[in-house]
C-alpha cells in the first residue's frame, strides 16, 4: 500500500519561504517521478514540478523560487519555496508516478497525498 503524507504548510508573508515535505512509504520511490501539485479555491489542480534522480522540472511561474529535493534514501521530497507571492496560496499536493515517462498532467500520477495549505499574506 503507498501512502503519501505531506507536512510543512502554514502562512508566510509575502516573500517568506516555506518547505514543504512529502514522506514516501509502501515502496521504494528512488526511481519514481515524485511530482507536485497545488490547488487553489475555484481552480484546477496545477503542476508545480517534478523530479527524478537529478532530473527535475518545474512550471514557469516557480522557476527560480521553488526548488525539489529528495533524501538520500528517496522517500522523502521536499518543495522548497522561496520569495512567496500571494498566488502561491493553494493546497499543495505530493503525488507519485509509476510511468516511464515524465509529465506535467495531474491525472498521470497513480498516488496522490491529502495535500498541505500554504497561505501567503501580502
Known amino acids: 500500500q503507498v501512502h503519501l503524507v505531506e507536512s510543512g504548510g502554514g502562512l508566510v508573508q509575502a516573500g517568506g519561504s516555506l518547505r514543504l515535505s512529502c514522506a514516501a512509504s509502501g515502496r521504494t520511490f528512488r526511481s519514481t517521478y515524485m511530482g507536485w501539485f497545488r490547488q487553489a479555491p475555484g481552480k484546477e489542480r496545477e503542476f508545480v514540478g517534478w523530479?527524478?534522480?537529478?532530473?527535475?522540472s518545474y512550471a514557469e511561474s516557480v522557476i527560480g523560487r521553488f526548488t525539489i529535493s529528495r533524501d538520500s534514501a528517496g522517500n522523502t521530497v521536499y518543495l522548497q519555496m522561496n520569495s512567496l507571492k500571494p498566488e502561491d496560496t493553494a493546497v499543495y499536493y505530493c503525488?507519485?508516478?509509476?510511468?516511464?515517462?515524465?509529465?506535467?498532467?495531474?491525472?498521470?500520477?497513480?498516488?496522490w497525498g491529502q495535500g498541505t495549505q500554504v497561505t501567503v499574506s501580502s
Open positions: 523530479s527524478r534522480g537529478s532530473s527535475k
Open positions: 503525488a507519485a508516478r509509476e510511468g516511464p515517462y515524465p509529465s506535467s498532467r495531474f491525472h498521470d500520477y497513480d498516488y
